[in-house]
């Protein structure tokens, strides 16, 4: 504050020292350089030296009463100190003399403010999973058949038309499916049936849904023959192949098949009295 | 021990409760917002549906 009335506008020279001698100091510059060579330059001055003249006050050959004189100056340290100048004179002023008040600003509760911003990262996380769940699984389900595919996979059989104790064998998807439309008697022999010694132990329950009708792909678990129906040593179907007999529920009861006719996934339709296989 | 407080230590505190809360809650968000926006779907379009005008061809095949 003191230097406020001391303070003064002051045009500054690019020069900041003067010589004693009154000539601004300028270090080094070479009056006697060369201009470089320079082939465009059109005769605006040829390569050498330099063809302005130096001026009277730095130096050289002067005409006296007495003759002719030659001065050359000399740059000569000041004799006072000098300090480098800035290039202002006024005081420096403080930005920020005092730290503003933040307390309108900061929150009352830091508490409630921390479980807030867990709260909005956690919710940010939740729907960012739940988008990342939803991607991957509907682009898995673009690799999934169709519903037009799926439906021209299914076969669909009256069972109306298939007298009891008959056999009936469709086709469903290149291979045989037998359908067996099984007497009381039938039922129960395969329910009657020590089940739990046989190679491929399975109850009658678990491979039929309902027991009149029995249903099961006709491919012979032992190389792929088809068995023929309502023959064999156990009253169901007889493989011509390999000699494997199976009984009345399906199930492999003799000779080299290592398991049970295969049963496929089938629903049966109780409106319409019909059975779909796939 | 205030709301806030108990919030933070029962769900925010462990990175494998955390974790897990959020795992747990995009299961059940999943599942809510396919329930709303089916919802929401079948009560703008009401009337215009099958299962909303099966009746009227269904019945009349049988009575036939």
């Not at chain 1, 508490?111 to 919710?123: E, I, K, L, P």
């Not at chain 1, 359908?179 to 008697?185: A, F």
């Not at chain 2, 329930?35 to 009349?60: C, L």
């Amino acid at each position: 504050m003191a230097f406020n009335g001391l303070k003064k506008a002051v045009t500054l020279t690019p020069c900041v020292r003067t010589l004693p001698s009154g000539v601004p100091a300028a270090p080094l510059l070479n009056l006697a350089v060369r201009a470089p060579a320079d082939p465009h330059a059109h005769g605006h001055g040829a390569s050498g030296p330099r063809s302005t003249p130096t001026p009277r006050w730095a130096g050289g050959v002067s005409r006296t009463s007495s003759g002719l004189a030659s001065k050359s100056y000399i740059t000569l340290t000041s004799t006072t100190p000098s300090t480098a100048r800035l290039l202002h004179t006024s005081v420096a002023v403080k930005d920020a003399p005092q730290v503003p008040d933040f307390s309108h600003y900061r929150a009352n509760d830091n508490d409630s403010n921390r479980a807030f911003s867990y709260f909005m990262v956690g919710t940010l996380g939740l729907i960012s999973a739940s988008a990342a769940k939803s991607t991957v699984a509907e682009f898995l389900k673009t690799m999934s058949a169709s519903a037009d595919v799926l439906a021209l996979a299914k076969v669909e059989i009256d069972l109306a038309t298939i007298p009891e104790g008959k056999n009936v064998i469709v086709k469903w998807r290149g291979k045989p499916v037998f359908i067996r439309h099984r007497t009381q008697e039938e039922i129960d022999e395969a329910r009657e049936t020590k089940w739990q010694s046989l190679r491929d132990p399975e109850s009658d329950e678990q491979r039929v849904k309902k027991p009149e009708w029995l249903i099961m792909l006709g491919v012979c678990t032992h190389l792929g023959c088809v068995p023929i129906g309502e023959s064999g040593d156990f009253g169901g179907w007889f493989c011509p192949c390999h000699g494997s007999h199976y009984d009345i529920s399906g199930r492999a009861r003799k000779g080299p098949a290592p398991l049970n006719l295969e049963i496929p996934a089938y629903e049966f339709n109780d409106a319409e009295g019909k059975v779909i296989i796939g | 021990m205030s709301f806030s407080t108990t919030l933070y230590n029962t769900f925010f505190r462990r990175n494998s409760m955390f974790v897990g809360t959020i795992f747990a809650g995009a299961f059940a968000f999943g599942i809510g917002f396919d329930v709303g926006v089916t919802s929401f779907f079948d009560r703008w379009n009401r009337g215009k549906q099958w299962q909303d005008i099966r009746h009227k061809y269904v019945e009349a095949a049988e009575e036939e």
